[in-house]
């Protein structure tokens, strides 16, 4: 919005100042662009130290398009998810300070503003990562990592007994099409435990609040989002589940 409202103030001063004022908005612009590039990176070094995704704010598109002009060898994959202007950004980046000048993955979720201010998201791993060069785990859900719906039915109350019992409830959960199943009976560490000894890849969000994985159940690939109903009571805390069907599986027994 400041830069929008220093735009019309420079063209209105344009004629009178001889055309320095659009100078001074270009300027000024520019860096605006560069602090928020090196926000954007700093998000993604953070992202990759703690594998959670990072949130920016105030920042523009044009700032996104700079890490991958400065840093990438070719432009970024962009994905468009509906009609809000809500875009992906994707690719593969190296910078001399990060990852130990090594090639890394990022992706940029940018959300269009929203009241006073826009949203990035940032997600990056270090290397070629397939779970961040993509928009599969984020189509149905909208960069929401966490769905909720208030009048979500509950597949089955029953605590799962067995991790066989988890595959299935999966399974469900994603065919159903719900954005959310709140499972009163299981518990966080539960699935902790599940995600740790099937999962192809995790991420976990902070202070027990939730995590986000991908699984492989019969010849198919799910991503699965996970939300601690009470975050305080830590692995004692219920869960949410919304499951989706994302591909065939990385590995097919």
């Not at 959300?111 to 791993?125: D, E, S, Y």
């Not at 959960?173 to 699935?191: E, F």
């Not at 991908?214 to 499951?243: F, H, L, Q, R």
Request: proline content about 4%; glycine content about 8%.
């Amino acid at each position: 919005m400041f830069l929008l409202v220093f735009l019309v103030i420079s063209v209105a001063l344009a004629i009178p100042t001889f055309g320095v004022s659009l100078l001074i908005f270009f300027f000024v612009k520019n860096w605006f662009d560069n602090k928020a590039m090196s926000s954007l990176l700093g998000a993604a070094v953070i992202a990759m130290r703690e594998e959670v995704s990072q949130e920016r704010h105030h920042i523009n598109r044009a700032a996104i398009r700079k890490v991958f002009s400065r840093f990438a060898d070719g432009p970024p994959e962009i994905r468009s998810l509906g009609r809000g202007g809500v875009t992906l950004y994707w690719g593969l980046v190296r910078h001399p300070m990060i990852n130990n000048s090594q090639v890394f993955s990022v992706r940029f979720g940018y959300i269009p503003r929203q009241g006073t201010t826009n949203t990035v998201f940032v997600k990056a791993a270090p290397g070629v990562n397939r779970e961040v060069l993509s928009a599969d785990d984020l189509i149905a859900h909208s960069l929401n990592p966490v769905a909720s719906s208030s009048s979500s039915e509950f597949i089955d109350r029953s605590k799962p007994k067995t991790d066989a019992d988890i595959r299935t409830l999966i399974e469900k959960i994603a065919n159903s099409g719900r954005t959310d199943c709140k499972l009163p009976n299981l518990q966080y560490g539960r699935v902790g435990d599940f995600v740790d000894e099937y999962s192809n890849g995790t991420e976990y969000f902070p202070n027990y609040s939730g995590m986000r994985f991908w699984i492989d159940i019969g010849e198919s690939e799910y991503a699965v989002y996970v939300e601690n109903s009470d975050p305080t009571k830590e692995d004692a805390g219920s869960v949410s589940i919304s499951a989706k069907l994302v591909g065939a599986a990385q590995q097919i027994a």
